[in-house]
Structure formats: structure tokens, C-alpha cells
């Protein structure tokens, strides 16, 4: 494959991949409003500005506009050579359109991103280590498949392949019905009292943070996905339902709740490394600039390695920011902990 890459669309997750593919060689021209472009040059994500035309004579054409335009602009770049890919977070309707159009075309969806918006906050390093999907059919050319796969070795992701149909269903549980459930919640909460969110526990902040997100964004990735949704919002009301008439019997909850610890841990061996012996050390920390900058760098000047993190908030002023160590590495860094002046505790 030659070294030519069309982005359309390059706002952060296209002037990501931008700045990661010049970064490997690629030679990048952009496609959108001319503002964009501008900004998009002036970070590096992209050679030069072009148009759609020019794009067609790529190597390579990456679609990452938002997802509502994508199956337009599968259209739009035709007739082309190109292999064609994208970025939507959606894959089944996307993936046929593109079969109709007798187009060379794989589908992607990277899962990596940011809550900042746009081409100035592109990243060469957003997709390192992240899993990228891909969503071959039957109809799918191997050498295409390998040539896209190879392109996304190249960005620091890693490539997974899974069909179309099933990538939906696993994007409706894991990512679309959890922002249905934070809507949910929220409005419930509110409605019992307008002054219930302020009353709220770090789990109930947990749960509805991603209600916080992009109303356009989300309500646009739904629709798009309105048939996985569909489905997995069924199986959920009626899991639910069969919970609520449970919720008397102790014996049945307990059981319920031990399924879903199990669950949970299973997830676990697949987000980090897994030896079996992991543990979640507590550090609860002011909020302040510079805090958690302090921990992560004890942690790393001390040759212990940080398996996964995340930050439990309890207020504005105070939160807990919980390390997923090895349980051997865990008493060395509660020890360093101790004597920084942190009060950190090992979660059993």
C-alpha cells in the first residue's frame, strides 16, 4: 500500500488519526470547512487541505465525520479505488450502504476519544493501546482487511475483528444503554426531589456521570443505533422487571448480587491485566492542581506499575482516586503512600 490518507472529517478523532499516520509516514490531506483545516495544519494533523475530489484518489479514506454524514459521504467519495474505512461508533447500517455501493470498504470504530471536542484537542497518542474495532463481512477482500489492520497497528491500536451485526449489540450494552440508564436515573432522582443530586453518594455520581454528556452527540449515536438499542433496552427492562420481583427474597438478591461481582471481575480480565491477584488501593486526595500527579509520579518512581485507575468523587473538594495494583506492589505503594502523608487503604 502506498502512503497517501483522505481524512473526511477531521475533528478529534480524524485529526488523531491524522497526527498518528504522519506521524508513521503517511502523507495526509484533510477534507472539511476551511476553519478546520486551518486549525488542523497549523497542529500537524494534516499535510495540506484538499476536497473531496482529490480525496478520491487516495490510498486510503478514512470517513470520520459525525456519524448522521457518514453514510452520505459514503456516496460522496465515490467513484474511488480507495480502500474506504471510518470511525462511527455504529457499524450495521454504515457497513451496508457501503456493500450497495460495491465499495472497497471495511468498517472501523476506535475505542478511544476524550470529553474535549475538535481538531485542537487531536492527540498522536489518543489511540496507543486502545482496542479499534473492525467489521469485516464475507464480502470483505483479506488483503483489504490485512492492509486496514496493518494501518491501525500503525496509530498504536490494537485490531479486533467482530461482525457488524454483533459490534452493535456490544456498543448498545456497554456504551448507548448506559447513557439511557444515567437519563433515567437523573430524572428519577430529580423528580423525588429538586435537591436530590446535591444529597448524592459517589456510586449515584458513578452511575449518571456519562449524563453529562453531548445531548446532540448522543441523541445522534442512538438513532443511529435504534435497532441494537432496541434490543438490549428489552433484555434490560426485562431483567430489571424480573429484579423487582426478587427484591423481597434475601436468598435470590444475595445470589444476584455474587453473579454480578463474578460478571464484573470477568470484565476485569479484559480491561487490565488479570494475574489473579489484583487489588484496588483507596487514596483519598483534596482537590487540588497537581494532586494526582503526585501519586501517579511516586508510583512510577518506584517502579510500580499502575493497572488501571479511576477517580471516586465524594464532593467538590474531596475524592478518592482508586489504583488497580498487583497485591504485592499494593503494600509497597500503600507503605510510600503512608509516609508522602497520603492515608491510603488496600479495598478488600
Known sequence: MSRTLGIVGVGLIGGSIGLAARRAGWEVIGVDDPEVL???AEIGAIDRPSNIKEARDADLIMLSAPISKVRKLIGDVLPTNALVTDAASTKNAIVQ???????RFVGGHPMAGSQLAGVTNAKADLFSGARYFLTPTDDTNPDDY?????FVRELGAIPTAVEPEKHDLLMAALSHLPHLMAAALLKVASDISPEALSFAGPSFR???RVGASNPELWSDIMAENAPALGEALGTFAGSMAQLGSEIGNKQSMERRFHEARKAYDALGGILIEDTGSNVELVVPVENR???FAEVTTLMGSNNINILDLYVRHSNTERAALVLTLDSEAARKARELLHEAGFNAEIQD
Open 146 to 150: 490485512r492492509k486496514l489492520a496493518a
Open 97 to 103: 450502504e457501503a456493500r450497495q455501493k460495491d465499495l
Open 206 to 208: 458513578d452511575l449518571t
Open 38 to 40: 486551518e486549525e488542523a
Open 289 to 291: 492542581p497537581g494532586i
